[in-house]
Every structure is written in C-alpha cells, then in structure tokens.
Nanobody
Framework: VQLVESGGGLVQPGGSLRLSCAAS????????MSWHRQAPGKERELVAG????????NYAASVKGRFTISRDNAKNTVYLQMNSLKPEDTAVYYC?????WGQGTQVTVSS
C-alpha cells in the first residue's frame, strides 16, 4: 500500500491550497478515506473523511465551511481543497486509508 500526498506549501492567510493523495496497492474504491493533520506539539487530529463512494463526508468543526474533501475513484486519488486558510491550519497533513498512513505534506499559513 502506498499513499503519496502532494500539494502542500507556504500560503498567506486567506489563501487556498489543494492537497492530493494518490493511492495504490489496494482497492481504493472500497474504502473510506480521510485527511488528518498534526501541528507542532499537538496530537494528530481528523480533518475530514469521505466514504468509499463519496456520498458522505464529515469535517472537524474547525474546518467546516472552509475545507472540502473529495475523491476520484477512477484516479485512485483523494483531495482536500482548503480555502480561507488561517495560521492555525499550519500542520503536516496526512492521508489515511484503514491501517495505512501517507508520509505527510507540510502546510504553512503565514504572512
């Protein structure tokens, strides 16, 4: 199983980023996928999740209305569109499939 995140970087407050997670080595379309994040000195937390068919999503209260999770089962990829970014969104963002983590991608929100 491989989960490879991309799309992180440095962005100013109020800006946007789109993270991607390319999955391989398992039947992607059968599994719920999620994004998590870990800020320095804090525990890893769930940001957003999406069911196998994409019909149901859930979000942490801190990102609801600003972030959107989606997936393309034909491309074995899950996305996280992040808008109206705040400094407190700064963290390493991880893609998760049941039992497996990606390596993470750094998101820094700073002026």
């Amino acid at each position: 199983v491989q989960l490879v995140e991309s799309g992180g970087g440095l962005v100013q407050p109020g800006g946007s980023l789109r993270l991607s997670c390319a999955a391989s080595g398992f039947t992607f379309s059968r599994y719920t996928m999620s994004w998590h994040r870990q800020a320095p000195g804090k525990e890893r937390e769930l940001v957003a999740g999406i069911t196998s068919g994409g019909g149901t999503t859930n979000y942490a209260a801190s990102v609801k209305g600003r972030f959107t999770i989606s997936r393309d089962n034909a491309k074995n990829t899950v996305y996280l569109q992040m808008n109206s970014l705040k400094p407190e969104d700064t963290a390493v963002y991880y893609c998760y499939a049941p039992g497996f983590w990606g390596q993470g991608t750094q998101v820094t929100v700073s002026s």
